[in-house]
């Protein structure tokens, strides 16, 4: 597949079927997809791509729909250190990993980490609405 592994077809193909599986309630087939999908992505050396992080948050996110609360927080760690160390990618990303980490630290009554890491998420969510705010006022401007 080489290192365009998540342009692929097959790629998309595999996330989105591991992703059916798991709004089916399938989640042994898309557990076992998903880390299918990941160990492409390794094989292929792409393990620091957006989409290999978005697949680690859909993992997290089926963990923490069956209340494995750790196994979920630990891929959004995973996630989080993905978006981290990538450019370009669009702070909501970030933000919306933060946000499902503090659920599951909150859930494991890990409070002083969840309300570090929800402050972290809030801080990308208010510095994005102030550039959207001055992108909106300046095209308002210029009319």
Known sequence: ??????????????????YRA?????????????????GLAKQARVIFHSSTAHV?????DLYAEQEHYASGESMYRLALRVYEQIDGVEPIDTAITLKRMSAMC???DNVTEALDLNERAETILA????????????????K
Do not use: P
């Open 1 to 18: 597949m080489g290192s365009d592994v998540q342009h692929n077809s097959t790629w998309n193909s595999l996330v989105e079927s591991g």
């Open 22 to 38: 798991h709004l089916n309630g399938c989640f042994r087939e898309a557990e076992s997809i998903y880390k299918t999908a990941l």
């Open 56 to 60: 680690l948050s859909l993992l997290g």
């Open 106 to 108: 909150r859930l494991q």
């Open 127 to 142: 510095s994005m609405r102030a550039r959207l705010d001055h992108l909106f006022n300046t095209s308002i401007a210029e």
